[in-house]
Nanobody, 117 residues
Framework: QVQLVESGGGLVQAGESLRLSCAAS????????MGWYRQAPGKQRELVAI????????NYADSVKGRFTISKDNAKKMVYLQMNSLKPEDTAVYYC??????????WGQGTQVTVSS
């Protein structure tokens, strides 16, 4: 059973930073993409950032461009999200997602990020 375990969420004030981490365990799979999504109360889950494992290409939601940075460690099967200049509207549950090379999708349990004004 593949497990994705997120860490690093918490409560911060506007303008501060957080770094989220996600580790894949119990898996022989290789992954093609790794990403972060978020879901705020009453809203649909949305893509925050995604990174291609092979070439490192990234894509970000417009709302986080210039503030958030996604990175990865292929050997450790980990993905990170550095979040700077946080805003109250960034408050959400953040989910890690990894898609294997055979197109299986895995999700973490989510980590809460709360940004106070």
């Amino acid at each position: 059973q593949v497990q994705l375990v997120e860490s690093g969420g918490g409560l911060v004030q506007a303008g501060e930073s957080l770094r989220l981490s996600c580790a894949a365990s119990r898996t022989p799979f290789l992954f093609s993409t790794m990403g972060w999504y978020r879901q705020a109360p009453g809203k649909q889950r949305e893509l925050v950032a995604i990174i291609v494992v092979d070439d490192g290409n990234t894509n970000y939601a417009d709302s986080v461009k210039g503030r958030f940075t996604i990175s990865k460690d292929n050997a450790k099967k980990m993905v990170y999200l550095q979040m700077n200049s946080l805003k109250p509207e960034d408050t959400a549950v953040y989910y890690c997602n990894m898609i294997s090379v055979v197109r299986m999708s895995f999700w973490g349990q989510g980590t809460q990020v709360t940004v106070s004004s």
